[in-house]
C-alpha cells in the first residue's frame, strides 16, 4: 500500500488585489494566505509521513512567476525532498508558456535535478520507488493540438474534425501507456485537463485555459487505481471505481469561489482498493452583502449598517452590493460605510443605480401612426408604480390641459394626437 497526498491549483500569486500590504514583512497578505495553505498541505505530508506527494498542475497564475513567488514556492516543496518524499509535479496550462512552446515554469526542477522531484510535462510512465514499495504513475499534462498533432494532419479541417483527431490519438496514447504498465504495481493517472463531467466553479479572475474537453470513460479504465485530476478549482469526485478525484485549488482566488471548501485528497493506493478522504484546508472566506434599496421608503443607510453589524466581516474579504434609486444617493454616506467594514480584511462597495424610467412599451408603430397623450401618459404611469397614488390626479390635470373649457360653453373635445415617425423597426 502506498500513501500518497494530491492537491493541486496551488496559483500562488495570484488574488493579490483582495489583499493588502503586511508592513510586518513586506508582503501582500493574500500572498501569505497562499503559503500558508500550501505550508498546510506540506506540514500535513510530512506529519503522516505519506510516500508520495502528486501535485496536479497550475502553480502560478502564468509562466513567468515575479522571484519572491517562486521562491516561496520552492521552499515549501524543498521540504518534501529533505524529508525524502518523491514528488511529481505536473504541468497544468498557466504553467506553460506561449501555449506549451515556450517551456514550462516548473521545468526548472528537472533542471536542477532536485532530488526526488519528477516533472511531468508528456505523457509518460514514471515508476516511482517509495518507502512503502513500488508505485507507477502515468503524466498527462495540459494537451494543446500541437501536443499530439502536428500541422499537416490539421491542415484544412474544420473544430470538430481536429477534435475528433484529437481524441483519437489521445485515446491511443493513452492505450499504449497502459499496456506497458506492471498490472501488478499499482498505478495512478495524474492528468490536467476538464473532463467532460466536471463541473467548474464560477472562478473568473484565471482564464481556465481553452483545452479539449476529454471523456471520463477515457479516465476512468480499470488499470488505473486512482486518478488525480487538476484543473478545475471545485473539489468533486466523477467516479468512484477507481476513484476518479478533482481536489479542487487550495484558496479562493475570487468570489466565483465564495462558497467552496478548499483542500487536498489524502489517499491509500493498492492494487486490491483505494481508499481515500478530503482534507479541508484553513481559508480567508469570501463574503458578499447583496441587498435591494430601491423598495426602502424609510432610511437606506440603516438598512446597509444594520446589514453589516449582523454579517460575520471579521479576517473576511468583502464586497458590499446594492441596489437604489437615484433620489436616494445623497442619503448613502459611504464614510459611515468604510467605518463599519473596518473589521473586514478587505473590501469593496459597488453600488448600482437603478433607473426608474424604463423605456416605455410602446406599441409597435410604423411611419405615420399616432398615438394620443392621453395614451402616453397612461404607458409612462405604468412604468412608474411610485407614482399610482398621483396617478388619478395626474390624469385629470392632463385632461383639463388638453380640453379646456370656456365659461359657460362646452368645448368641443380637442383632436390633438402625438405624432410619432418611427422607422417599422422600433419595438417594445
Known amino acids: 500500500m502506498v500513501r500518497l497526498l494530491h492537491l493541486s491549483d496551488i496559483h500562488l500569486g495570484s488574488s493579490l488585489i483582495h489583499g493588502r500590504l503586511n508592513p510586518a514583512t513586506g508582503l501582500n497578505t493574500r500572498l501569505e494566505d ?3 495553505a500550501l505550508t498546510f498541505c506540506i506540514d500535513r505530508a510530512i506529519a503522516e509521513p505519506v510516500d508520495l506527494v502528486l501535485f496536479g498542475g497550475d502553480a502560478f497564475p502564468d509562466a513567468m512567476p515575479p522571484p519572491l513567488v517562486q521562491e ?11 524529508a525524502q518524499i518523491p514528488t511529481v509535479l505536473l504541468v497544468g496550462n498557466h504553467d506553460q508558456h506561449a501555449h506549451g512552446q515556450g517551456g514550462a515554469s516548473l521545468a526548472i526542477y528537472r533542471t536542477l535535478g532536485v532530488p526526488g522531484f519528477i516533472v511531468g510535462d508528456q505523457l509518460e510512465t ?3 520507488i517509495t518507502r512503502s514499495g513500488p508505485i507507477q504513475v ?3 499534462p495540459w494537451l494543446n493540438r500541437s501536443a499530439l498533432l502536428t500541422k499537416p494532419e490539421t491542415e484544412g479541417l474544420g473544430l470538430v474534425e481536429v477534435k475528433q483527431l484529437f481524441m483519437e490519438r489521445l485515446a491511443t496514447t493513452i492505450d499504449t501507456a497502459i499496456h506497458q504498465l506492471d498490472a501488478t504495481i499499482p498505478t495512478v493517472l495524474l492528468a490536467h485537463l476538464m473532463a467532460d463531467t466536471a463541473e467548474f466553479g464560477e472562478e473568473r479572475s484565471l482564464n481556465v485555459g481553452k483545452g479539449f474537453i476529454v471523456p471520463l470513460s477515457l479516465l476512468a479504465q480499470p488499470e488505473f487505481d486512482y486518478v488525480a485530476l487538476g484543473h478545475v478549482h471545485r473539489h468533486q469526485v466523477l467516479w468512484t471505481s477507481p476513484p476518479v478525484i478533482y481536489p479542487g485549488s487550495i484558496e479562493r482566488v475570487d468570489f466565483g469561489e465564495e462558497g467552496e471548501t478548499k483542500g487536498f485528497i489524502l489517499a491509500e493506493i493498492n492494487k486490491t482498493a483505494t481508499t481515500w478522504e478530503f482534507c479541508p484546508i484553513p481559508s480567508r472566506p469570501f463574503l458578499t452583502l447583496d ?3 430601491t423598495t426602502i421608503t424609510d432610511d437606506p443607510q440603516a438598512h446597509l449598517l ?3 453589524e449582523h454579517a460575520p466581516i471579521g479576517q473576511a474579504i468583502v464586497r458590499l452590493r446594492y441596489r437604489l434609486r437615484s433620489e436616494q444617493t445623497a442619503l448613502i454616506d459611504l464614510a459611515s460605510l468604510h467605518g463599519a467594514l473596518a473589521l473586514a480584511h ?14 416605455a412599451r410602446l406599441p409597435k408603430l410604423g411611419l405615420g401612426q399616432t398615438i394620443t397623450p392621453l395614451a402616453a401618459l397612461d404607458l409612462y404611469l405604468e412604468q412608474r408604480p411610485d407614482l399610482d397614488g398621483l396617478a388619478s390626479e395626474l390624469r385629470i390635470a392632463a385632461t383639463t390641459l388638453l380640453h379646456p373649457q370656456a365659461p359657460g360653453e362646452l368645448a368641443a373635445p380637442m383632436q390633438t394626437a402625438l405624432r410619432l415617425d418611427l422607422p ?5
Open 34 to 36: 497562499f503559503i500558508a
Open 72 to 82: 516561496a514556492f520552492a521552499q515549501q516543496f524543498r521540504r518534501l525532498a529533505d
Open 424 to 428: 417599422e423597426a422600433y419595438g417594445p
Open 126 to 128: 514514471h515508476l516511482i
Open 138 to 140: 502515468v503524466t498527462l
Open 306 to 308: 444594520q446589514l453589516i
Open 346 to 359: 478587505t473590501f469593496s462597495i459597488h453600488p448600482e443605480l437603478v433607473t426608474q424610467l424604463p423605456r
Open 291 to 293: 441587498v435591494d434599496l
